[in-house]
């Protein structure tokens, strides 16, 4: 596993589940994080702040949706790695005061130590490592990393780069990947990123207050409006700025919301209705759910602000001036407009396909690129790409697996997502 978030929890918790079910192969699982177990959950290393509270129902743990076989296997993965059997090990109090309480959501924090609590509890091997390399060796993976030497203020500082003496079968790789950013020319002071503001508060709010006073009405600009945008939009609402002059700049015209919808969710578990449905369908509904979309919970704390418009196009570079920023983009006829802000948050998402900066150019070149790997049958029901395409061992990417089930990208099925990776493992006949 590349990565200590909850896809490398739900993956652990099953792999403990089968090893105390099913006789034969027994499979074990090496955690290579580069920051700390729920890292990008915790509100220390961007990403968030910690506070806010999860989007998706907490039920839907690193178990659900407890439907799987083999026998015996939703027992344990539910007693000892559901959200429920977390509190209680908290203290029976903590668990009666949730129940008691409505059933309020938890905050990233608290997400952040759920995951940690169950990747300890797995008995999955944790290696603090920033992963910088994968190497094909004899039909199997290695792996190149630089371990944690110590920390400076509780980040990392990495050490020199190792290869593992273990030889992998198959390498999970996860999470969102580094921020996407906007080219930014000078007025660096005055732009934010949607991975990194979280960690500079202190910057966000003096540069917040550093509006040019021959202009008081200058916009706050916000680029995108998927859930990241919608959480930057949140927090400035909540500290100070709801009565400030909003602009939203992005290929969508309005934010749009996602609420928790009976007739939505059977898709995420219904693999047969999913398979039905065309290509280009699972595409929309897949992005319609996981990407460019906010959560009704979230829309409601953006109720208050009086003064929010979205410009439509396509944001193209940053540029600073005397005290403010300016955007320029394209908008829908190809014209290049340029709007001055007095501070930017580019909120454009992320590059979910960092991991290929791992392989060799001649490794992702032979199996014809990222292009390639984007193409509709390139992925299997295991989330590894077809060997009739991908010429090294396996690698499952779930982020990338719209075509196979709606629910993988995110946390909405992690239980299914941790079986169709797994299972698969099962039928290899140990060495």
Known sequence: MIGGGAKAAALSARAYALRHTVGGRRILIDIYEAVAKGANWKGSYGYTSGQQTLCTPIERDLGYPYVSEPEGVRSILFENFSWNAYLINQSSKVHLEWIEGGRRPPTHTDFAKYLAWAIERS??????????GLVEAAGKWKIRYRPVARRKKSLPVYGHIFKSEQSYDGVVVTGPGPASRIKVKSGGSFVFDGQTMWGKIKEVKAALRRVPAKDPDLPIVIIGAGGTAAAILAWLATNGQRNRNFVVISTQPAFYTRGDSVFENKVFNSPEAWRSLPPEVRTEFADRLNRGVVWSSVMSELSGIQQINFHYGRATQITGASGSARVFYSDAKGTNIGIDAAVVFDAIGFDGWWWLNL?????????GGREALKADGVMGDD????????????????????????????LMSLGSMASSVLDAYLTIEAP
């Open 123 to 132: 008995e999955a091997e944790f290696i603090e490592a920033k992963v910088v």
């Open 383 to 410: 989330l590894a790409f077809d060997p009739a395409v991908w010429k090294l061992p396996p690698l499952h990417a779930p982020l990338q697996s719209s075509q196979i089930g709606p629910g993988y990208q995110s």
């Open 359 to 367: 392989l060799s150019k001649d490794a992702l070149s032979e199996s």
